[in-house]
């Protein structure tokens, strides 16, 4: 009975999976051809595809979210809210309010791989270091920040980037 309910388990994750991924990959290809969306059509939920969406909400007067929210499905002519899409961090969100808002896209990546780096040195990070903000990052900066004695704000403010020895990266 343990095996079979596991086995369930196992397919209705891997169905809610791919349905999540059916939805960004039809966002992005609607996205694509109405000239919001730059990107690879590749069912993954990023930076650029939230930045093709912010601007569709922005043209279109949704609430801008950057997220495929219900309003912004139903408008996009999408599949039903109730189909999860996975999580991911903006890379604007992860750096909003601090010094590198504006040092451009390839100087924040350079500063979120160096980040993955130092925190998984400090044992605070598992995931990958590949310079993509995730909620794993913004977890592990949370957890270092409060350890550190500083805002827990799970982004790159100021303190953040001086107490990882990220300034001038």
Do not use: H
Not at 8 to 23: I, M, P, Y
Not at 47 to 52: G, K, L, N, R, W
Not at 71 to 91: C, D, F, H, K
């Amino acid at each position: 009975m343990k095996i079979l309910l596991r086995a369930l388990f196992c397919l209705l994750l891997a169905t809610s999976l791919a349905s999540a991924d059916s939805v960004i990959t039809e966002a992005q290809k609607k996205l694509k051809r109405m000239g919001y969306y730059e990107g690879t059509v590749d069912g993954q939920m990023g930076s650029q595809t939230a930045a093709a969406i912010r601007r569709y909400q922005l043209a279109e007067n949704l609430k801008v979210t950057g997220e495929l929210n219900p309003q912004t499905r139903q408008n996009l002519g999408l599949a039903a809210a109730s189909q999860p899409v996975p999580e991911y961090v903006a890379i604007a969100d992860i750096f909003k309010g601090g010094p590198y808002i504006s040092i451009g896209a390839e100087g924040q990546i350079a500063t979120i791989r160096q980040a993955q780096k130092n925190l998984k040195l400090l044992g605070y990070y598992g995931g990958p270091v590949n310079g993509s903000p995730s909620p794993a990052l913004v977890s592990a900066l949370k957890v270092w920040q409060k350890s550190a004695g500083f805002r827990t704000t799970g982004r790159f403010d100021e303190s953040t980037l001086k107490g990882l020895d990220l300034m001038g990266n």
